[in-house]
């Protein structure tokens, strides 16, 4: 069974639209990301959490915004999306400090028509 | 700027040869370099890591060879399988400072039968 789920797998979108990305980890682990897979970047680093505190924002556009309601949750809700912004995003986590290597969800694919 | 360089882009061998694929990084304070294996349609997974106070880590089949002085490493994988086939990523995080794994942009490795 998926330790890291992510939801939904597939999610197609119309430009301008708003859509959130759901992430949840069964791991016990402290610190969760988000990183993006394109053509254009393979496996871009966005976001990193710990302990439900935001501790690196690789992303420049605010249209991308981090959503952690529990420890063992981290959503990402994209805004005013674009046909760019089409890409593989991957949920992952590690047990809590930086410098450990993270376990990666399954991914959303999204395309943005 | 590129921080974490791979090379080469792809790469084809036969079964049984050695495959051997490089990387090369920017930022002196990075201190933890794990390699991450990733086939088509699948999320990455981690496959082997290594941290500067050892210039060898090996695991079965698979060994990173690294070189402080010049910032490079090399994955090598010794009597190469057709199910190794696959893009090898390497990646790179310092303990100090940012959060972020950062990604090199991956050897698509393929092993001929």
């Known amino acids: 069974d998926p330790k890291i789920i992510q939801k939904p797998k597939y999610l197609v979108a119309v430009t301008g639209s708003e859509k959130i990305l759901i992430c949840e980890q069964y791991l016990g682990h402290n610190a969760m990301y988000w990183y993006r897979q394109s053509a254009k970047k393979p496996l871009e680093f966005m976001f990193s959490?710990?302990?439900?505190?935001?501790?690196d924002n690789q992303t420049a556009s605010s249209r991308f915004q981090p959503q952690s309601s529990k420890k063992n949750h981290l959503d990402l809700q994209i805004t005013a999306l674009k046909p760019d912004d089409s890409a593989t995003y991957f949920c992952a986590s590690s047990q809590d400090s930086n410098n450990q290597a993270p376990l990666f969800g399954e991914g959303t694919r999204l395309s943005v028509l | 700027q590129q921080q974490v360089r791979q090379s080469p882009q792809s790469l084809t061998v036969w079964e049984g040869e050695t495959a051997i694929l490089n990387c090369s990084y920017e930022d002196s304070t990075f201190d933890y370099f794990p390699w991450y294996w990733q086939f088509p349609r699948e999320s990455p997974a981690l496959l082997i890591a290594i941290r500067p106070v050892s210039n060898k880590k090996e695991d079965g089949r698979f060994t990173i060879f690294f070189n402080k002085r010049e910032k490079k490493l090399s994955l090598h994988i010794t009597d190469s399988q057709p199910g190794d086939s696959a893009t090898y990523f390497c990646a790179a995080s310092a303990s100090s400072g940012s959060w972020q794994l950062i990604f090199g942009s991956g050897t698509q490795l393929t092993v001929m039968p």
């Open positions: 959490y710990s302990y439900q505190k935001l501790m």
